[in-house]
C-alpha cells in the first residue's frame, strides 16, 4: 500500500515530457553555447567607437595643448627668475643679448646658464678654445664637447626641436629696436643716449666692428615698470643657444643676424609701411616672424592657439594675444617709453594727446 503511493506521488510530480518537446524544423541549443557576433552587430559597435574617438580626440588635444602652453610658461618664468638672480649677482645690472664669456662673444642663453643650473655647460663653454662657436649643423669646425638638449630652452609645443637632440632652441631676448632704422648705428665715441631706453636686452660686451657701443641697463632704468616691460618671448624661428650660423665678430654685418638669433625687435619705419603702420603686431603671420633673417619683421611667434608667452622683468609670465596693437607692442618692448626712439602714437578712443608714450596701457585693454 505504502509502495503504491509513492509511485502515484512521483509519477505526479514527474516533470511532463512535452515542456522539452522541440519546436518542428529547430534544433536544441546546448546550455552555455552563444551565437556569434552579426556584420550588422560588428558595424554598429565600429560606428560607436570611432563616435567616441571623435568626440575625446579634440579634448585630448585641447588638453596636450594647454599643458604645453603651461610648460613653456613655466619654462619662461624660470629664465625671468634667472635674470632676476643675475641682476642681483651683477650689482642690479641686466644681461646683454651678448655677453664676454671666457674671453668670446656669447649670447644670453650661455652666459645664464650657471643661473638655470647649468654650471657644469657654461664652464665647458667658459673654456673653450674657438674663437666662435659653431653649430655642428652649420659649419665644418666641431666644438670640442657636445652640446645637450636643455628642456627648459625648449617648448614642447616645438615638436620639431623637442625631437632633436643639441642645443636646441625655442626662447628670445628683448633685444629693442632693430639697429637699421632711423640711424645706422654710432661710432663708439658717438654717445647713444636711447639705447638703454629702447630695450632691455643691451650689447653688454660691445662690437666696435659693427660700431657698437658697450650699453649696459639696471633696473633702476627699467622706467615703465618691471611688470610692463617685456624679457622673453617665444619665437619659433629661434636657432640654437650658442651664437648664430657662421658668425664672425670682425664682420659688421654679423651683428644684426646675432641680435636676431639671441632676440626678438621691434621696428618703426613709417617710410616702408612697416611697425607702426601696422594696425596689430601680427604674431605668427607667415610674413613676419622670421628672427633669423629679417630684423625689419621679426615677431615673436609660437604654435599656441591664439597668441604667445611672454616673461616680464619682474619675473611674472603673460599670454599676450596675437592681434596686440603694434604700438603697444612697442611699448612693452621699450623700457623707458618717453626717452625712446619708438613714435609717438595716439592712443585709440582717448583724447588728443594721450599717447602710448605718455600712458601706461592697462592689462585689461591688451588681453
Keep these: ?28 541549443v546546448p546550455r552555455g553555447s552563444r551565437s556569434a557576433f552579426t556584420l550588422v552587430e560588428l558595424l554598429v559597435v565600429i560606428s560607436i567607437i570611432g563616435v567616441l574617438m571623435a568626440l575625446l580626440l579634440p579634448a585630448v588635444n585641447a588638453a596636450r595643448a594647454t599643458m ?12 625671468a627668475l634667472a635674470t632676476t638672480n643675475w641682476s642681483t649677482a651683477k650689482q642690479m645690472r641686466l644681461p646683454g643679448y651678448a655677453e664676454p664669456v671666457g674671453g668670446k662673444r656669447m649670447p644670453w642663453s650661455v652666459a645664464m646658464m650657471p643661473y638655470i643650473e647649468q654650471q657644469q655647460l657654461y664652464d665647458q663653454y667658459r673654456g673653450r678654445n674657438l674663437i666662435q662657436v659653431i653649430p655642428p649643423n652649420y659649419g665644418s669646425t666641431a666644438p670640442p664637447f657636445s652640446e645637450p638638449f636643455i628642456q627648459s630652452y625648449v617648448c614642447a609645443a616645438d615638436g620639431d626641436k623637442g625631437a632633436l637632440d643639441g642645443p636646441q632652441m625655442s626662447y628670445v631676448a628683448n633685444v629693442g629696436m632693430a639697429l637699421a632704422f632711423p640711424v645706422p648705428a654710432p661710432a663708439p665715441s658717438t654717445p647713444a ?6 630695450g632691455v636686452f643691451q650689447s653688454a660686451e660691445g662690437n666696435p666692428a659693427a660700431g657698437l657701443p658697450e650699453t649696459k641697463l639696471n633696473l633702476a632704468g627699467v622706467s615703465d615698470g618691471a611688470a610692463y616691460t617685456v624679457a622673453f ?25 646675432f641680435r636676431l638669433s639671441a632676440g626678438f625687435q621691434w621696428y618703426a619705419n613709417p617710410a616702408s609701411g612697416l611697425g607702426i603702420n601696422e594696425p596689430k603686431a601680427t604674431f605668427k603671420s607667415s610674413a613676419y616672424g622670421n628672427a633669423h633673417t629679417n ?38 618692448m621699450t623700457p623707458d617709453s618717453v626717452k625712446s626712439d619708438a613714435p609717438n602714437v595716439q592712443v585709440p578712443t582717448q583724447p588728443p594727446g594721450v599717447t602710448y608714450k605718455n600712458v601706461q596701457i592697462p592689462w585689461a585693454d591688451i588681453n
Design 1 to 28: 500500500m505504502v509502495v503504491r503511493q509513492t509511485r502515484a506521488l512521483s509519477d505526479c510530480c514527474a516533470t511532463p515530457s512535452w515542456r522539452f518537446a522541440a519546436s518542428p524544423g529547430s534544433e536544441q
Design 193 to 198: 643716449p636711447a639705447y638703454k631706453a629702447n
Design 68 to 79: 604645453w602652453k603651461a610648460e613653456c610658461a613655466n619654462n619662461i618664468k624660470q629664465l
Design 233 to 257: 618671448s617665444e619665437n619659433i624661428q629661434a636657432v640654437t643657444y650658442g651664437l648664430p650660423e657662421g658668425y664672425d665678430p670682425s664682420d659688421p654685418d654679423e651683428e644684426a643676424r
Design 295 to 332: 630684423q625689419a619683421s621679426a615677431r615673436p611667434s609660437s604654435f599656441h592657439a591664439g597668441g604667445v608667452n611672454m616673461g616680464f622683468v619682474d619675473g611674472h609670465v603673460q599670454f599676450i594675444p596675437d592681434n596686440v596693437d603694434y604700438a603697444v607692442y612697442m611699448q612693452l
